[in-house]
């Protein structure tokens, strides 16, 4: 995916790649690269967050295979921007 989302030009997908993992380990810290993030990961004002229902998981998938998730009502501005992000 990375590969096609750059036209095919492999120095734009490697440097794309290696950005997403800097995120993942800034984010959620070097185990985020050996394992898929869980619930039980997030503290609990990001499970709080999560539950207010502003962001959600539609229960389907796109014609790629992909999840998609939809923002919904004020995006939680009464959550820190940090925690939003995260």
């Known amino acids: 995916m990375l590969f096609r989302s750059e036209l095919f030009d492999i120095k734009k997908a ?25 619930l039980a990961d997030f503290t609990k004002s990001e499970l709080q967050i999560l539950k207010a229902g502003y962001y959600q998981m539609l229960p389907f998938r ?3 295979g ?3 998730m939809c923002i919904v009502g004020n995006l939680g501005s009464e959550f820190d921007a940090v925690m939003r992000v995260s």
């Open 62 to 64: 796109d014609r790629s």
């Open 66 to 68: 992909r999840r998609i």
């Open 14 to 38: 490697a440097v794309r790649l290696i950005k997403y993992l800097d995120l993942m380990v800034e984010m959620y810290g070097d185990w985020a690269l050996q394992r898929k993030v869980r």
